[in-house]
């Protein structure tokens, strides 16, 4: 998809609202597709049985039984929660194509993701996703 071709978020608020939400680092990953260095996000090596949400909207995205190691320095899963949770767009940054990975809810940036790598999950994808962009739940 185009951004133009995208629906509107159900969240929409001004640049100055998601400021004060977030905190900068959270800001410019969210709300500039900005990208966290690997292997330093706080969900990279998280094994404990949960859900994980929008950070910025609360949207419950992904679950832990589709998170796998990829090696890749971000936490990767092979499918979101349900195909309505995220929105993906081609994106063209950086010299290449790629497909972003946003939250349908508000919009946020979430990652990449990246197909037929090999890995032997049941959809052959890895969804590659900022730890910032997440919050974790863990299931007692």
Same mark, same amino acid.
């Given at each position: 998809?185009? !951004? ?8 929409? !608020?001004?640049?100055?609202? +998601?400021?004060?939400? $977030?905190?900068?680092? @959270? ?14 996000? #706080?969900?990279?090596? @998280? !094994? =404990? ?5 929008? =950070? %910025?909207?609360?949207? @419950? &995205?992904?679950?832990?039984?589709? !998170? ?9 899963? +092979?499918?979101? &929660? %349900? ?6 767009? #081609?994106?063209? @940054? $950086?010299?290449?194509?790629?497909? #972003?990975? &946003? ?6 940036? &979430? ?14 994808? =890895? ?6 962009? $997440? ?6």
């Amino acid at each position: 998809m185009t !951004k133009s071709e995208i629906p509107a978020p159900a969240v929409q !608020k001004s640049d100055e609202q +998601w400021r004060a939400e $977030l905190s900068p680092a @959270e800001y410019r990953v969210l709300r500039q597709a900005g990208t966290e260095r690997p292997y330093t996000g #706080e969900y990279v090596a @998280e !094994k =404990r049985t949960g859900v994980y949400r929008c =950070r %910025a909207c609360a949207t @419950e &995205l992904f679950r832990s039984d589709t !998170k796998f190691d990829s090696h890749c320095g971000w936490p990767s899963f +092979w499918s979101p &929660l %349900a195909g309505d949770r995220v929105v993906l767009r #081609e994106d063209r @940054e $950086l010299g290449m194509v790629r497909v #972003e990975v &946003l939250c349908a809810h508000c919009h946020s940036h &979430l990652g990449h993701v990246f197909s037929g790598e090999g890995f032997g999950t049941p959809t052959d994808d =890895r969804y590659c996703i900022n730890s910032i962009s $997440l919050t974790f739940e863990p299931v007692s």
